[in-house]
């Protein structure tokens, strides 16, 4: 979305739209967007507590945010898997993590055991092998 520019010291600002409202914050470039970090203080957080549910009280504190900033962020975490509501107890990391991480380690694994049997290809045809998966219509190497 094009504005005009209040002046041209602005300009070195990128618009990030957030929210319904087209609420706009200036980030000067190359600096971290204020709320990824905060999202990310959040699961930080959570992940150290391990299953221990927390409250939101708590995470606001610990992440030095006011309760409905807190509450916001988390909302859009929950929605997206990384976080999970407990209950109404508390909050603790989603199941989005364990998805990611087990993606990661059946790669691993499917590489582990292909390793062996493509070295033996590429030794007897004198030619270079890949491990790929299809995804869709695409294929993409992971070895």
């Known amino acids: 979305m094009n504005r005009p520019w209040p002046n041209e010291q602005l300009k070195r600002y990128s618009i990030i739209t957030a929210n319904i409202w087209q609420l706009f914050i200036f980030v000067k470039?190359?600096?971290?967007?204020?709320?990824?970090?905060?999202?990310f203080d959040i699961i930080e957080y959570l992940a150290k507590e391990g299953?221990?549910?927390c409250t939101l009280t708590e995470?606001?504190?610990?992440?030095?945010?006011?309760?409905g900033t807190?509450?916001?962020?988390?909302?859009t975490l929950v929605e997206r898997g990384y976080d999970e509501k407990v209950d109404g107890k508390g909050y603790r990391l989603g199941y989005m993590f364990d998805k990611l991480s087990s993606i990661n380690a059946l790669k691993n694994k499917l590489?582990?055991?292909?390793?062996?049997e493509l070295e033996?290809?590429?030794?007897k045809y004198n030619e270079n092998t890949l491990l790929a998966v299809l995804n869709g219509n695409i294929r993409q190497a992971i070895y």
């Open 29 to 39: 470039k190359g600096s971290m967007i204020q709320v990824i970090g905060r999202g």
């Open 51 to 53: 299953n221990r549910i």
């Open 59 to 67: 995470i606001a504190a610990t992440a030095g945010l006011n309760v």
């Open 70 to 75: 807190c509450a916001n962020i988390i909302k």
């Open 111 to 116: 590489v582990e055991i292909s390793k062996v």
């Open 120 to 123: 033996k290809l590429a030794d």
